[in-house]
């Protein structure tokens, strides 16, 4: 293991959907107002995630809901493998219209899901400069990413 590419992070379930927190320091209290996790994520000095934006089937946020938060949000999951096609060209889509980094989840809850989706990404000194190097990174897609499991 390489500890020094490691980035602690947290999906908590909002009141509303879910959120990750990267770069945090501490636990995520589960099921409280989107606004109140995001803050304390930033508080943390982290970045907010939002995982699988518009999948009709797991938490997510309403279209609107995530416009309205949007100033609170850093990255949004533009592919997650176990999205359907149409979820994940509309959070694509999402993103760029908020002008938001976007990113490429693996959403692996096993090892046979490792490897089927990731992103490239340059050396970075901390949440504000891996954001900015999110925003050019590499997504790759393996063509069996998705495959099988519904989350």
Not at 9 to 37: D, H, N, Q, S, W
Not at 92 to 102: E, I, M, R, S, T
Not at 139 to 147: E, K
Request: aromatic content about 6%; overall charge negative; proline content about 5%.
């Amino acid at each position: 293991m390489a500890p020094e590419l490691t980035i602690v992070g947290e999906e908590a379930k909002t009141r509303e959907g879910e959120v990750i927190g990267l770069f945090i320091t501490g636990r995520l209290v589960p099921y409280l107002p989107p606004e109140e996790v995001m803050d304390v994520i930033h508080e943390m000095g982290g970045l907010t995630y939002l995982p699988h934006p518009l999948d009709r089937h797991r938490a997510h946020f309403r279209l609107e809901r995530v416009v309205e938060l949007a100033d609170r949000i850093d990255i949004i999951e533009t592919y997650n493998p176990w999205c359907d096609a149409a979820a994940n060209t509309a959070a694509a889509a999402l993103a760029a219209d908020l002008g938001k980094v976007a990113a490429t989840g693996s959403d692996a809850h096993g090892i046979r899901e490792l490897g089927r989706s990731w992103m490239e990404i340059d050396e970075y000194k901390d949440p504000k400069d891996f954001l900015e190097k999110l925003r050019h990174a590499r997504h790759v897609v393996a063509s069996n990413s998705g495959s099988g499991r519904r989350a």
